[in-house]
């Protein structure tokens, strides 16, 4: 009988092993995944500074800025949406700085359904947070040059098609024109890793709970 459990046994042991370590795996992720958040509030609650002149994407990623000048007129509408309005678009327009740099401005928000109102707001003071979207994969759509749609925030290409640096602030204060800011926040962010560890710990006890009910199930045949 010994003979019989021996490699259940083990099965067991060794898969309920696992999953736990699954799950300890999961808890070290969410440490690490708070850290980031806390990191990335701490950053951009920080008073804001001036552009730097050559912005880090490692550096100053999230770095709270302040920007003067003028709108260039020209403009990219992201599709988006948001839970509390709806489908609707990102506005990323050109802005030239006092300093006469060529930037790109992310307004925020403007529904669909007043995407063709005229847009009137030139000049502007703007505080934002300079930011780098990981927006494109393989799956992305290319832009609709004809309808003047974006399917993701490309910076590189949306600074080469506005003649910009590729340099994106995210306004974190109205622009005008209706547009509702959509400042740079942790609120997107998945932070799942709880959840993941609850579930391989949840396998692990059933994983070890089916493990005992074999065993007695072949003590049990053999008695």
Known sequence: MIRRMILPLLFGLVGTAILIGLGLWQLDRLDWKNAILSEIESRIALPPVALPDSP???????????????FTGAHL????????????FRIVSGFETDEGRLILIDR??????????????????ITGTLHWPDEVDAFTPAPDPAQ?????????????????????????????DGIDPWP????GIPNDHAGYAATWFSLAVLWLGMTVLLLWRIRRKAQ
Not at 56 to 70: E, F, K, Q, T, W
């Open 148 to 176: 003047g749609i974006w399917f993701a925030r490309d910076l590189p290409a949306m600074a080469a098609a506005l003649g910009t640096e590729p340099v994106l602030v995210v306004a974190a204060t109205p622009t005008g």
């Open 77 to 88: 509408d992201v599709l988006a949406s948001r839970k509390d309005r709806g489908p609707g």
């Open 184 to 187: 740079v926040g942790t609120a």
């Open 108 to 125: 925020g928000f403007l529904p669909q359904s007043d995407r063709r109102l005229p847009r009137q707001v030139v000049g502007a003071a």
């Open 56 to 70: 880090d994407p490692v550096r100053d990623r999230y770095l709270s800025v302040r920007v003067a000048g003028r």
